[in-house]
């Protein structure tokens, strides 16, 4: 039977400090714990206990409140009836998968995700950013980046000054009504998730001005691409494509422009 000290290391790779720094992180958990209700929640769903333990650890030292789930059906059970601020989400699980619980959740719910992998091939990163995964960790990694991951995301996600744009933007059969955050095409109403609203909005606002991807990170995610794979533009922006035009391969509304990034069409 493999020693927990080597699934650590498994885990999170080689760290010398690790266990030194375990001993500070128990009695920073007490410190920290008045700050827990103002820093939110946090889902740590892992099929493994020293995992959870190790993450929840870091995230309570942090301020946050954790909650543990070891298997697809149970995590699904405290996201509906535990609200969670965010969701720390292992794609390899007993039950029901990550991918599948993330693609569930995204039907009903914009709660922040960020996935943990154990898989580096791209398409697997791009499914989980397709899906609609805020931010990807591949296994080993390091528990005090995640923790400050946690923090970008909900950093992002809690932003409380939005842009200012017009009440509704209105092109040829596109309107954008940004009170009520609907899109209709055709004078039909469509489906979009915050994140890709926002997006679209933003690029709306601005017709025919030009957007780098790190340009988008930053002004639509308030992050940047040293955090986060500016993929997860391309992966947004293909998926609006598919809800707007009618030719998503030769797109009337957003464009490419090669080499730089993306501009709205109006």
């Not at 020693?3 to 290391?9: D, G, L």
């Not at 898989?119 to 296994?139: I, N």
């Not at 933003?202 to 030009?210: D, G, K, M, N, T």
């Amino acid at each position: 039977m493999q020693h927990p000290s080597e699934r650590v290391r498994n885990e999170f790779g080689t760290n010398d400090e690790l266990d030194g720094e375990w001993a500070t992180n128990r009695s920073a958990v007490r410190t920290m714990a008045l700050m827990a209700e103002r820093a939110g929640t946090v889902l740590v769903v892992d099929d493994e206990e020293i995992v959870r333990e190790v993450v929840c650890t870091y995230l309570e030292q942090e301020g946050y409140t954790t909650r543990q789930a070891a298997a697809g059906r149970e995590a699904v059970a405290l996201i509906e009836s535990e609200r969670p601020d965010l969701v720390v989400l292992d794609v390899m699980l007993p039950e029901i998968d990550g991918f599948s619980i993330l693609g569930e959740l995204r039907k009903r719910e914009d709660i922040p995700v960020i996935l943990l992998t154990a898989r580096t091939e791209e398409t697997d990163r791009v499914l989980g950013l397709e899906l609609g995964a805020d931010d990807y960790v591949v296994k080993p990694f390091s528990p005090r980046e995640l923790a400050a991951r946690v923090r970008t995301v909900l950093r992002r996600a809690s932003r409380s000054e939005p842009p200012v744009m017009e009440p509704t933007i209105t092109f040829d059969g596109l309107a954008i009504d940004t009170r009520s955050r609907e899109v209709r095409v055709g004078g039909e109403p469509v489906d979009f998730t915050a994140k890709e609203f926002d997006l679209l909005a933003f690029l709306a606002s601005s017709p025919r001005q030009v957007f780098s991807r790190g340009q988008l990170l930053e002004q639509v995610w308030d992050s940047s691409s040293d955090w986060q794979d500016a993929s997860t533009v391309t992966v947004h922006v293909r998926r609006i494509r598919k809800k707007i035009e009618q030719d998503p391969d030769e797109p009337r509304w957003i464009s490419t422009v090669w080499g730089v990034g993306y501009r709205f069409e109006p």
